[in-house]
């Protein structure tokens, strides 16, 4: 499996497709995130909606992400779309809102492994990249379980002309969610898609509960917590 793993990413690359401006459903290719905006778009900044959620959602079941004007985190969890505004409760809302970042998957985990009790979010890095063989390209995650530690954040919606996005995050609302069962959800960037997707592990989750959530700014895995991978083939810009 390991080897075949790293095979397909030797031949994964990065696709950037022109897409129809319609807002209709597109249909995915088998393995690729579906991608609406760049990171660089967003921290040009630019928090206006590119297009409707749904023309990255098309049968996807994991995704992260925004909405317009930066209002509210974006989670998609088990093909259900969650909105988590600064009152840190998520809740359903249809894909027909827009977005300026979403990137969004059908989730089928190729690898399933379990995090010992006290790994951080910090730690999950290396976990990753050496479970997968390689620093690049993008992998799709899912992390569950009981969290000994676990803190989110949301931010207000932004009016034009936009702030940086760094003084945005930095009023950011922060809820504590220690001690609670949740599923994690994102992706992990390499250094080759800079300015494309977030570098690093880019994690969205809510509660087992679903009465909280948002983008997550840490965690600490307590006992029983299990990643499951999906090496992707690359990314699909749509709708730019």
Same mark, same amino acid.
């Given at each position: 499996?390991?080897? @075949?793993?790293?095979?397909?990413l030797a031949v994964a690359f990065l696709a950037i497709s022109a897409s129809p401006s319609a807002a209709s459903p597109l249909p995915q290719p088998r393995g690729w995130v579906a ?5 660089? /778009?967003?921290?040009?900044?630019? /928090? ?9 959602? @098309? ?13 509210? $985190?974006?989670?998609?969890?088990? +093909? ?7 009152? +840190?409760?998520? @809740? ?46 993008v992998v799709a995650l899912r992390v569950e379980g009981s969290f000994r530690r676990l803190q989110t954040r949301s931010?207000?919606?932004?009016? $034009? #002309? /936009? ?27 390499? #250094? ?15 509660? @087992? ?32």
């Amino acid at each position: 499996m390991r080897k @075949s793993l790293i095979a397909a990413l030797a031949v994964a690359f990065l696709a950037i497709s022109a897409s129809p401006s319609a807002a209709s459903p597109l249909p995915q290719p088998r393995g690729w995130v579906a991608q609406i905006g760049t990171l660089a /778009y967003l921290t040009t900044p630019n /928090y206006s909606g590119l297009a409707p959620i749904s023309m990255a959602t @098309s049968q996807a079941t994991l995704g992260v992400g925004t909405f317009n004007h930066l209002s509210g $985190e974006l989670i998609l969890v088990d +093909g259900v779309l969650f909105r988590v505004s600064i009152n +840190g409760r998520p @809740s359903v809302v249809p894909a027909t809102r827009t977005t300026p970042f979403i990137q969004a998957i059908k989730f089928r985990p190729q690898l399933s492994l379990r995090i010992p009790a006290g790994t951080a979010c910090a730690d999950l890095l290396p976990i990753i990249d050496d479970a997968v063989g390689t620093t690049s390209g993008v992998v799709a995650l899912r992390v569950e379980g009981s969290f000994r530690r676990l803190q989110t954040r949301s931010v207000e919606g932004q009016s $034009e #002309p /936009y702030p940086p996005f760094p003084d945005v995050v930095a009023q950011q609302t922060l809820f504590t969610l220690d001690g609670l069962a949740a599923t994690l959800v994102g992706f992990r960037s390499g #250094p080759d898609l800079a300015g494309l997707s977030p570098v690093g592990v880019h994690l969205h989750g809510v509660t @087992s509960d679903l009465q909280a959530g948002g983008h997550v700014v840490s965690c600490v895995a307590g006992k029983g917590v299990k990643i499951q991978l999906q090496v992707t083939k690359g990314i699909r810009v749509l709708g730019s």
